[in-house]
């Protein structure tokens, strides 16, 4: 039984708070979504980090959005004046519980798992529930009889994001696969040496994707065959990134923002898992009948998405969000995965065979 259904209100006014990062950002849009289109009433907002802004700001489900800047009592100040209803705490930490204190209205936060994460990564007990992180997302407001409505995420690209097909090279028009070499830590990453064999593989035009950090790892890989292979990383900003990953191909991709960004514009996706797990709950999500774990040991080809990861380490998952670099010192989570692997994962997709 439901505390209260979102149509017998007139009109509510809803905060959800995400401060970050790219991929989490992106697996809340479908509680934004679902908010606004199964009470049309509703007023949402949401609130973010600066620096992020761009993921929500072209949401036309989001009717404002607030940014975190350096000092939290200035953002506080600017939500206090705004009379919210209702407070859907997405994120879950000490700055999100300073807000709710300081606005004072009801909340409902987000249930991170924290114990069953860390028996997993410390003790390799697996007690996650084995369901997607946005059907936990959305669970946050069962209490309204939020109802998922199996459309995905969404990520809305703004005017500026698109990306002019004069700014590639000419011998990527006709297609490309896109292969996002970073990630937010190093042990999320494929092994630069391991993306150099995986790129001489490859007799497909390939756009290296990732931020400014990643652009000298790009050269070197780039440097092999400068026609077949683009360097992308660094020249572009996230929204246009956005762009160039809904126009691709195929994604191959580490765990990371990228990923479930293809996956909101429905890419198909081959990703390559080090430290972390999909058990976790963070893999590709495209709604509607690829939402359950049961995909996750599919066979590769079958489905939107291919999980690529070494199985049977007694030393992984090790850590919840990673390392600067392998702290047993071997890196075999990603070193294990061969790049005539995933070769085969992207014949078969490219082929046609999914």
């Given amino acids: 039984m439901y ?28 509680v ?26 072209a949401n036309p489900y989001i009717d404002k959005v607030h940014c975190l800047r350096e000092h939290l009592e200035e953002v506080v ?46 003790l390799k007990w697996n007690r996650m529930p084995g369901v997607h992180i946005v059907d936990r997302y959305l669970d946050t407001l069962s209490y309204f009889g939020l109802k998922n409505d199996g459309a995905g995420l969404d990520y809305f690209l703004r005017e500026s994001d698109r990306v002019p097909i004069t700014d590639i090279p000419a011998s990527h ?9 970073g990630a937010a830590v190093n042990t999320k990453k494929y092994p630069l040496h391991r993306l150099q064999e995986l790129c001489a593989l490859l007799d497909h035009p390939v756009i290296l994707l990732g931020g400014p950090e990643d652009a000298a790892s790009g050269d070197l890989i780039a440097a092999q065959d400068p026609v077949k292979i683009y360097n992308a990383c ?41 430290n972390t797990v999909p058990a976790f709950g963070m893999y590709p999500y495209y709604g509607k009948a690829f939402t359950g774990a049961e995909f996750l040991t599919k066979k590769t080809g079958e489905g939107p998405f291919d999980i690529l990861e070494t199985a049977g380490l007694s030393c992984r998952p090790c850590s919840k969000i990673g390392y600067k670099k392998c702290p047993r010192g071997h890196f075999r989570c990603m070193e294990q995965i061969e790049p005539s692997r995933v070769m085969e994962a992207i014949q078969l997709r490219v082929r046609g065979k999914s």
Wanted: glycine content about 6%.
């Fill in 3 to 30: 505390g209260r259904s979102l149509q017998n209100d007139w009109r509510m006014k809803f905060l959800i708070i995400r401060f970050s990062s790219i991929g989490d950002i992106v697996l809340t849009t479908p």
């Fill in 32 to 57: 934004v979504r679902c908010l606004k289109k199964q009470y049309a009433m509703a007023e949402v907002h949401y609130l973010t980090k600066h620096s992020y802004r761009t993921i929500v700001e």
């Fill in 77 to 122: 100040e600017e939500l206090v004046k705004e009379n919210f209803d209702y407070i859907i705490d997405l994120h879950h930490n000490l700055r999100t519980l300073k807000v709710k204190r300081a606005l004072g209205k009801q909340s409902f936060s987000f249930n991170k798992l924290n114990v069953p994460k860390w028996l997993y990564t410390a």
């Fill in 173 to 181: 028009h006709a297609g490309y696969i896109g292969l996002v070499i």
């Fill in 234 to 274: 660094g020249r572009f900003s996230l929204g246009e990134s956005a762009d160039l990953v809904s126009r691709a191909r195929l994604i191959i991709t580490n765990d990371t923002g990228l990923m479930h960004i293809a996956a909101a514009f429905q890419r198909p996706v081959i990703s390559l898992w080090g």
